[in-house]
């Protein structure tokens, strides 16, 4: 082989840098969960472009390129960060990730990734069982929660529809999703996407717990009907991102029966609280759902990407791309599970079910369990440090691992008391001691958190608190 391409393939090459990197990961997450370091180093992205193209420049060898990934990362392991609502990965499962990205089996179609399509269907089969569908249901797994509703709210149009809008396109009559007005924007997107317009997304508008008021969907459906649109699904949210506000999944069930709609759950985030006997009330109804999507990369514990699209009944599973890519299937209706590539909307696909079958292995399916509950609980705990503090305020109580709250100066307006929060958010993030987001309820600023982060505690949450409480002290000079 080439000088060049040789130490790229090399096996004793990649023994011992493998060795040194893993040391080097191991300590890193130790620092992480002694928080040795801090969670995070914001730099402008201009700065940070600066700083690495010197870095580059400069030729390090593998180890120091790797350290200095680490370093300039935000540390997902860190007990203070509490940011968005991508799962902390057991380390374990990025082993996963390596021997997957080694191994490039494509998945597509069976002979490309044997192992990868075996272990795909168990994690299905875990799941489907763990929601309640029986053996008539089936799933895959596929690249992320966007492009899993995307994918599902396909295959609801396919079967709900009379036109056969894959092949013909549409003909003049129009279509609507209905779904809560705080649903992930992802579905808004699949809308578009979908080419359903504006209108093809009837926005169900909200209670005060942040969950879909089913009493407003009769209303709604007439509307729609009256203006000529035809409504084809309906989506639950389970949970929503913003709040963690769960939807009512029987009355939504009940309501798509009832008018013969496709009822999709998106799980992406809170669906696994079906692994949970303590939570599971959350997602009462979801066994009636005729497809439903949970990331395995929220609250699974593993890498991105690795989202599961299940479906109440096998044959819908495969109707959704009918006719695609056909040259690679002798039979196109042969309806097997092992050909991936039939069902989902990637050609190559990672092998994401090794990912999830890691812990699986590692631990049983109460591993999944064990995590929902433990940051749920936890969420319930900092919810109480909260409620017990002056001048905090909940935006509601929460239901999931994502908590909203803020705090609160008497003396300023609406208005005022946004500025403030924004200031402190702000704040944290340059200074890189917790990491936590924010979002607008209503007209208002709250401070944002995801307690994804096994080894977060009360104290972290009391820590965060009084630093906030510190930074609205601060501000007061500056207003
Ligand atoms: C995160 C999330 C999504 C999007 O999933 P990605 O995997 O980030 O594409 C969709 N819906 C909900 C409710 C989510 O929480």
């Not at 096996?11 to 011992?16: D, Q």
């Not at 300023?412 to 924004?422: A, F, P, R, W």
């Not at 958010?425 to 309820?441: A, P, Q």
Request: hydrophobic fraction near 40%; charge should be negative; include cysteine.
């Amino acid at each position: 082989m080439e000088n060049k391409l040789k130490p790229l393939y090399d096996a004793e090459n990649f023994r011992m840098k493998g060795h040194a990197l893993i040391d080097l990961i191991a300590d890193y997450l130790q620092a992480n969960y002694d928080k040795e370091i801090r969670v995070n180093h914001y730099s402008d992205p201009d700065a940070l472009m600066e700083k690495w193209n010197t870095f580059l420049d400069s030729k390090p060898d593998f180890q120091l390129f790797y350290s200095k990934i680490l370093e300039d990362s935000i540390h997902l392991h860190h007990p203070h960060y509490m940011g968005h609502q991508v799962s902390v990965p057991s380390p374990l499962s990025a082993f996963g990730g390596l021997v997957s990205d080694l191994l490039n089996n494509g998945m597509a179609v069976y002979e490309m990734g044997a192992v990868a399509n075996v272990l795909e269907r168990k994690v299905i089969e875990l799941i489907n069982e763990a929601i309640g569908y029986d053996e008539n249901s089936a799933g895959f797994l596929t690249s992320g929660g966007t492009l899993a509703n995307l994918t599902a709210l396909l295959t609801a149009r396919r079967n709900i529809t009379k036109e056969d809008i894959w092949n013909e396109g549409y003909q003049g009559k129009k279509y609507a999703v209905m779904v809560c007005d705080q649903a992930h924007y992802c579905i808004e997107r699949a809308v578009r996407i979908m080419g359903l317009g504006t209108d093809g997304l009837i926005q169900v508008p909200v209670n005060d717990q942040f969950q879909m008021e089913t009493s407003m969907l009769e209303d709604l459906y007439a509307d729609a009907q009256k203006k000529g649109i035809q409504i084809f699904a309906i989506v639950g949210s389970a949970c929503s991102t913003s709040t963690g506000a769960y939807d009512s999944l029987e009355e939504i069930g009940s309501f798509a029966r009832k008018y013969n709609l496709w009822f999709h759950v998106d799980g992406a985030h809170g669906g696994a609280a079906v692994f949970s006997d303590k939570y599971k009330y959350l997602v009462k109804g979801i066994a009636q759902a005729d497809s439903v999507v949970i990331d395995c990369h929220k609250m699974m514990m593993t890498p991105t990407l690795a989202t599961a699209v299940v479906y109440k009944r096998i044959k819908d599973s495969f109707s959704t791309f009918q006719q695609e890519a056909e040259y690679l299937y002798t039979k196109k209706e042969d309806l097997n599970w092992y050909d991936t590539g039939k069902r989902t909307f990637e050609c190559t696909k990672l092998m994401m079910g090794v990912k999830v079958m890691t812990l699986y292995n590692e631990g049983g399916p109460e591993v999944f369990s064990a995590y929902v509950d433990h940051c749920y609980n936890r969420a319930r705990n900092f919810a109480e440090l909260i409620q017990k503090r002056e001048f905090f305020e909940l935006a509601v109580v929460p239901e999931a691992n994502i908590l909203c709250f803020r705090i609160i100066k008497p003396e300023l307006d609406i208005q005022g008391n946004n500025e403030l929060n924004s200031f402190i958010r702000n704040s944290i993030l340059h200074e890189g001691d917790f990491y936590i987001v924010k979002t607008t309820l209503r007209g208002i600023i709250y401070l944002r958190t995801t307690i994804m982060n096994p080894f977060t505690k009360a104290s972290d949450f009391e820590n965060l608190l009084q630093k906030v409480e510190q930074m609205a002290e601060h501000v007061n000079i500056d207003l």
